[in-house]
């Protein structure tokens, strides 16, 4: 589906029904992202029985930390204190956490500007169930230009702060993510070529 990529290829699950995920599985994708809580602790029912790797991908309300955090492997979208202070509280050992960089700074989006990170990161310190292993990022909508700018960005931060790992990369997009060295796209839309 997808070639010349060695990374990580998440399904965003959330455009599909367990039967449809079951499907994907089939056909060797093992990780799965959803956005939203309760969606995701469904699917993580219905799909007990496969050896799956679940991230969070989608927006994270630090009230409904406490539902999802022991059911996760990953969860790409701290940007936070109050979702950090959520996981120390309730996460039983330690959690892979990316955080979430607004690199295209459209105030509408999630994430920390790039102008908080260093405070950001100083900060996060104080939470050893956090395990901080990478960045994630959105690209900006029909705009191949700034999001190619942000990927690069992206990929200097990891290199700057020692922190591999890269999610970024959408159907609309991830040939520029690859480009950039992303090592975890998260694609949805293109999936259904997979189901057809
Ligand atoms: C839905 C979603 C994706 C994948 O979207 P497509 O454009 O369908 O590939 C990736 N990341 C996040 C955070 C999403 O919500």
């Known amino acids: 589906m997808i070639k010349d990529f060695n990374g990580t290829i998440i399904c965003a699950s959330k455009y599909f029904s367990p039967d ?27 799909l007990s029985d496969l050896d799956i790797t679940w991230h969070f991908i989608g927006h994270l309300q630090s009230n409904k930390v406490k539902d999802i955090i022991n059911h996760i492997d990953y969860l790409h979208t701290l940007d936070r204190l109050s979702v950090a202070k959520e996981i120390q509280k309730y996460r039983t050992g330690k959690i892979k956490c990316l955080i979430q960089l607004n690199l295209t700074e459209e105030p509408q989006k999630s994430g920390i500007y790039i102008d908080k990170l260093d405070q950001f990161l100083l900060e996060i310190k104080k939470y050893d169930k956090i395990e901080l292993v990478g960045f994630m990022t959105m690209g900006k909508d029909q705009d191949e230009v700034e999001t190619e700018e942000a990927f690069k960005k992206m990929y200097q931060l990891s290199v700057k702060y020692h922190l591999p790992l890269l999610s970024m990369g959408m159907t609309e997009d991830y040939h520029l993510a690859i480009k950039h060295h992303a090592t975890h796209l998260r694609i949805g839309r293109k999936f259904y070529e997979l189901l057809d």
């Open 20 to 46: 449809q995920l079951k499907i994907i599985y089939q056909k060797g994708y093992h990780d799965f992202g959803e956005n939203r809580v309760q969606m995701m602790l469904e699917k993580i029912e219905a």
